[in-house]
């Protein structure tokens, strides 16, 4: 079994920075793709941005040119940088990736934005 496990969460001010880690229980060339998730309070979970394993990475249109993914494969972990955050960044954030044809995912950290 995978395990995940999200850190760097917290209170940031409108326009300011936040760096997620997500810390992955195995090598994380051997997972086909991490991506990182969002859930804000009556909303459905949205895709934020993944990384493959060859280093391709997506965004979804509302984060692009502000978040960043990246990983350090020494450290099986995958990073998601947040830059000019917005009110509306709101949410919980997880990281997921699949094994197989299992999925897992971490437990969450709260990014909170204030205006």
């Known amino acids: 079994q995978v395990q995940l496990v999200e850190s760097g969460g917290g209170l940031v001010q409108a326009g300011g920075s936040l760096r997620l880690s997500c810390a992955v229980s195995?090598?994380?060339?051997?997972?086909?793709?991490v991506d990182w998730y969002r859930q804000a309070p009556g909303k459905e979970r949205e895709l934020v941005a993944g990384?493959?394993?060859?280093?391709?990475?997506n965004y979804a249109d509302s984060v692009k040119g502000r978040f960043a993914i990246s990983r350090d494969n020494a450290k099986n972990t995958v990073y998601l940088q947040m830059n000019s955050l917005k009110p509306e960044d709101a949410a919980v954030y997880y990281c997921?990736?699949?094994?197989?044809?299992?999925?897992?995912w971490g437990q969450g950290t709260q990014v909170t934005v204030s205006s």
């Open positions: 997921n990736t699949q094994q197989g044809r299992s999925a897992y």
């Open positions: 195995e090598s994380i060339f051997s997972l086909n793709l």
């Open positions: 990384i493959t394993s060859l280093g391709s990475t």
